[in-house]
C-alpha cells in the first residue's frame, strides 16, 4: 500500500500523520509539503470545493486548479507523483489539495479532523476526535476516535528510557514531567501560575527524591518561559527544561520527557499535547488554568470522559499537590489512549473493502 502525507508544515498536523503510519508498518509512504502561492488562493480553492467536490471533475481541470493555487515547486512535485493507494492530509488547507489528487490517481482520501470549509462528506474516510463528533452524525465514512492520532506508543518510550537515562547520566528515582501549552481566549498561563506549579513540583521531589522534567510549547508567552528559564537553570531538581526550536544534544528533546516520565502534568490548553501524554501509558494530570466561572471549552468535554475512563485525572492548580504523590505511587495500571491504533485499522479497512 503506498500513501502520499500531504503536510502543511504544522508540527501538531504533522504528528497526526506521522502517528497513522507508523502503525501502518506495510505502507510504503512519500511525503509531500504543500505550499500555496498566496493564502487567498488557498481559501478560494477550498471554497470551489466545497461547491463542486462531490461533481466529477476533468483531469485537465484539476491540474489547471493545482497549478494556479500551488508554488511551481509543489506544483512539480505534484507531476512526479505515480501510484498512490491512500492520500492522508490532516488541517484544512491540504484537504482540497487530497480531494483533487485523489480524483487524479483514483486514490482513497482520508482526512484527519474536519476540515473547514468543505467538511467530511466527500472524504472515503474521515478520522474525528470526539469534539467532532457532533458535526457527522451517522456517516458512514467516519472513524471515531476519543484524542487525535500521534506518534506516541507506550513500547516505543519504554524502550527509549533505559537509553535516555544512561545518556543524561540520570539517578534511578522518579520523575515528574511537566508539559506547558499557552494561551487562548478560554484558558492561559501566567508567570505566577508557573511559579506556583514549580514551587509545589519542587516540594513533591524534596519529599520523594524525585525530579522535574520541564517543556513549554511554542505558544508559552515569552515572559512565562523567561521566568521558567531564571528559576530552572541553576536548580539540579530539574535536569531537563526544554523550549522548542532551541538546539539540543537530544534527537526528540519532548519525547525524551515523556519517556523518562512517571507522571505527566499537562495544561488542558493544548489538546493535542493531552492527546500525547495520555497515548504514553504514563498517569496524567490536565491542569486546569481558567477561571473557575469560565465557561469551559468543548476540549474538557473530552476531558471527563477520559477521566470517566481512567485515562487521565483533572484537577485545578490549588489541588495539584494533593494528586501528585497518590499517582506518583500508585500501583493501577494507566489506561492509555488507543487512537493511533483505531485510525490505522480504519484505513486498513477501507482499502480491504476497496
Known amino acids: 500500500m503506498k500513501v502520499i502525507i500531504l503536510s502543511d508544515n504544522r508540527p501538531g498536523h504533522y504528528k497526526q500523520s506521522l502517528g497513522i503510519v507508523q502503525k501502518l508498518p506495510e505502507c510504503r509512504t512519500e511525503w509531500l509539503e504543500v505550499r500555496f502561492r498566496q493564502k487567498w488562493r488557498d481559501n478560494l480553492l477550498r471554497v470551489f470545493m466545497c461547491v463542486f467536490g462531490g461533481l466529477p471533475l476533468p483531469a485537465s481541470l484539476i491540474h489547471m486548479l493545482l497549478q494556479w493555487s500551488l508554488t511551481p515547486e509543489t506544483y512539480s512535485a505534484v507531476t512526479r507523483l505515480q501510484t498512490i493507494d491512500v492520500i492522508l492530509s490532516t488541517g484544512s488547507s491540504v484537504a482540497a489539495v487530497n480531494l483533487l489528487l485523489g480524483r487524479i490517481f483514483r486514490a482513497k482520501t482520508v482526512t484527519c479532523r474536519r476540515p473547514s470549509p468543505i467538511g467530511t462528506r466527500y472524504f472515503d474516510l474521515a478520522i474525528l476526535p470526539m469534539i467532532s463528533w457532533h458535526s457527522v452524525g451517522g456517516s458512514s465514512n467516519i472513524c471515531k476516535t476519543i484524542g487525535v492520532p500521534n506518534p506516541i506508543s507506550s513500547d516505543t518510550l ?197
Open 158 to 354: 519504554n524502550a527509549e528510557r533505559k537509553r535516555l537515562k544512561q545518556e543524561l547520566n540520570l539517578p534511578n528515582c522518579q520523575r515528574i514531567g511537566i508539559l506547558l501549552g499557552g494561551t487562548d481566549r478560554h484558558e492561559t498561563i501566567t508567570t505566577a501560575d508557573a511559579a506556583k506549579l514549580l514551587d509545589i513540583c519542587e516540594t513533591v521531589a524534596a519529599e520523594m527524591n524525585a525530579q522535574v522534567l520541564v517543556t513549554t510549547s511554542r505558544r508559552t508567552p515569552p515572559d512565562v518561559v523567561a521566568s521558567l528559564s531564571s528559576t530552572l537553570q541553576h536548580t539540579d531538581w530539574c535536569p531537563l527544561f526544554i523550549v522548542p526550536d532551541v538546539p539540543s544534544e537530544l534527537e526528540d528533546p519532548y519525547q525524551a520527557i515523556l519517556a523518562l516520565s512517571d507522571l505527566l502534568i499537562v495544561t488542558a490548553d493544548s489538546f493535542s499535547m493531552v492527546c500525547e501524554a495520555a497515548s504514553s501509558g504514563c498517569p496524567v494530570i490536565v491542569l486546569i488554568l481558567s477561571e473557575e466561572k469560565a465557561r469551559l471549552p468543548k476540549r474538557h468535554e473530552v476531558y471527563r470522559y477520559m477521566e470517566a475512563q481512567g485515562i487521565v485525572r483533572r484537577c485545578r492548580l490549588d489541588n495539584l499537590a494533593q494528586y501528585i504523590v497518590p499517582m506518583l505511587t500508585s500501583r493501577v495500571p494507566n489506561t492509555p489512549l488507543q487512537d493511533t491504533e483505531t485510525a490505522a485499522q480504519a484505513i486498513n479497512s477501507l482499502m480491504a473493502g476497496s
